[in-house]
């Protein structure tokens, strides 16, 4: 079979909350972090401008990931023009240069809430090396270079958008760092730099299996989502699903989905309730990384 080339439908704006899987995990983990990501505009008693400066709040272990996967892109990049060697010191340099320009530009939780005096660039730079050398003598790394290369026209490099897409008629969002067609058959990658979490991660991957398949109208027994770990050490996850874990799927999605409709006065428009139903859930672990502390009196 040929697979068709790859698009993204567009699908005309829609006020209605779209699922994703870190949406969730953030109204799972604190309803109130949830209200200032999300709803930012109806905080009342604080400045906007206050809220979409804490909202643009990065960290350190976030911006390592930034620069890895803008590395990668640049790397896909230039391998859909030039199968040639990557000149690896030079590469390396590039994702160097790039993580200090981030550390330069970004105000960072870390030292914002005084967490730390300064912002420790050397150990990041070191572990955006290690993760790109881990990838370049990964196993995928030389399997791209053996089989993808066979129809570099048909990559999608970190697609433009957020990855909007249907699931079971439910309106979601599943954004893929690379998807490439080989033969009849479409892989879909998606690089990670911080722990392994098997059951997120999975969700993840099936999350991207049905976005292609709804998107691109390819069958399910040809598609391959397949997480890549960078750090510490390279390691992959990939699932295998029928129709039975497809089904559990959507329920699944179903069932967020509802739950966080439920926190909205009107769903439709995508209106919250007020602030006081958002109840905060402090932990110490969530709160140190969250944003919003300041908002928390925290
Ligand atoms: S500081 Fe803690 S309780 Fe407050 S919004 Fe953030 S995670 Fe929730």
Redesign the pocket.
Known sequence: MQIPELKFPEYPFSPILGWSISRFEMFD?????YF?QYYSKFVKDVPFYKVAKLKELTSVPLEAGNAVHDCMEALLARLQKSDSKIDEEKFFKFADDKLREYFTKKTFIETYYGQAEKLDIDTAAEKVRVCLENFLGSPCCSWLYMKAMTNKTGWMIEPPGYGETRLDGMKAYCKMDFLFPVGGEVYILDWKTGAKDEAKHSAQLMGYAVAANSNFSIPWNRIFPKIVYLYPQYDELEISFGEQELAGFFQTIRGQTEEMYSYCRDKEQNLPHDISKFI????PG??RH????E??G?
């Open positions: 983990k604190c309803k109130r972090q200032y905060p859930s402090p932990s969530l709160c969250c944003k919003f502390q908002l928390c925290l």
